[in-house]
């Protein structure tokens, strides 16, 4: 077990560049599957999911080449059997290869997949989408064999806008039979990068990024080349930092439109920001307004982004208000955080309040899945004295080189095997 020790209270000042977007980039490695020529892509992330994913394609036979955030992918040797439960149960993202092999092949077989422990994380509207395109699925011990004889294009409504149903929706309706329709699809800027690069394969996609998709079927991909684009959660994060603890704090290589909901939020607490092309300007200011604010699909606040934003509440003058709408079991962070010395009461499942502010004390506690670790990180570094934080592998599966990242901006962090 890893951890990640910390001395907080230190102002935090120079320039962190966002990487690419993890929730992206787990999309595009599978979905190479689709593809019969050698897939070329940019800009991914040095991140245990990334790691995990690759093991998986290497397993299938795939050959991988990557260098620095450049990654070179070549399926022609690749083979269609069973994932084993290990690798299937690794991430959440392994269930992208259900899409990939089941639109390449017809066929596949794995187990359901894992991810962080936030809430119960059906895959319904998934196996609904590959159902209507033609597909038989069979459940038998968390084991999952989906085949068709072949996929027809088909009308599909998911019931909630799942990033993940849309995205696989995409992956095994690209080379079916016909077109698809998708409606109250996830408008996530993570469809519309898949999307994009399923199209420079040669992929007949339009719509994403708007709740109705259409997919005209095509019977070959090609190789291509892609780029991940920066990531807006670890953007938000290091945002939510320099409102924290910055001085003139620069979070670069970021779309801004893509956290605009973070940053009006922001704003209403009374925070300049300063925004140029690709990049903002973030310091802390000594009184914050305290907000009340709902999770909600893209453009509204991230959920990802819900857990570290509560630790800027925690510094709010007053009682804020929040919602969790996507996740049931999305605040295991509060009770780390009351121990440091916040006021938040849980009120149920979906609500907590947030009473500051709070001075915060360094104290030992648990990143229990990835985005509370980032609370527990950013509570860390504006707490008086040491933190430890344990189960930080969570953290590394999502945020690149963040040790050095936040080093460089005058952070006194260090990560240590535990003993
Ligand atoms: N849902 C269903 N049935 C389904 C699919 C989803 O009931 O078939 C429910 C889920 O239980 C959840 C909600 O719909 O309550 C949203 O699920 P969604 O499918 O949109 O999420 P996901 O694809 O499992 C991705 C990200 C998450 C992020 C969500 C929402 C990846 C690998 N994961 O998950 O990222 O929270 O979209 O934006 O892309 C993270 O990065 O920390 C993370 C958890």
Known sequence: MK??????????????????????????????????????IDNIPDVSDIDALTET????????????SFMEIDNSSLINKEIPKELSSKLRASYYFMGALLGKFNFVEMYFPGGCSIGARPIDQTLKAFKLLGADVVEKDNKYTIQAKKLVGSHIYL?????????????????????????????????????????????????????????????????CFSEVIPDRIEAGTYTILGALAGRELKVSN???????????????????????????????????????????????????????????????????????????????????????????????????YING????????????????????????????????INNCEHILRGYENIIEKLSNVGADIKLCEEE
């Open 3 to 40: 951890q990640i020790i910390i001395n907080g209270g230190k102002t935090l000042t120079g320039e962190i560049k966002i990487s690419g977007a993890k929730n992206s980039a787990v999309a595009l490695v599978p979905a190479s599957i689709l593809s019969d020529g050698i897939v070329k």
């Open 57 to 68: 394609l290497e397993f299938l036979g795939s050959k991988i080449t990557r260098q620095g």
């Open 159 to 223: 019931d909630m806008p799942s990033v993940g149903a849309t995205i696989n929706t995409l992956l095994a309706s690209v080379k079916a039979e016909g077109t698809t329709i998708l409606e109250n699809a996830a408008k996530e800027p993570e469809v519309v990068n898949v999307a994009t690069y399923l199209n420079n394969m040669g992929a007949k996609i339009s719509g994403a990024g708007t709740s109705e998709i259409k997919i005209i079927g095509v019977s070959k991909l090609d190789g």
């Open 254 to 352: 970021i779309i801004t439109d893509h956290i605009e909901s973070l940053l009006s939020k922001l704003k209403e607490m009374g925070i300049p920001i300063i925004m140029t092309d690709d990049s903002l300007i973030i310091s802390s200011v000594s009184t914050l307004k305290p907000i009340e604010i709902k999770t909600l699909g893209y453009p509204g606040f991230p959920t990802d982004l819900q857990q570290p934003l509560t630790t800027l509440l925690t510094q709010c003058n007053g009682l804020s208000v929040l919602e969790e709408t996507i996740y049931e079991s999305r605040f295991k962070n509060v009770a780390y955080l009351n121990e440091m010395g916040a006021d938040i009461k849980q009120v149920n499942d979906h609500v907590i």
């Open 357 to 388: 502010p709070t001075k915060l004390k360094g104290k030992e506690v648990v990143a229990t899945d990835l985005r509370a670790g980032a609370c527990m990180l950013l509570a860390a570094l504006i707490a008086e004295g040491t933190t430890i």
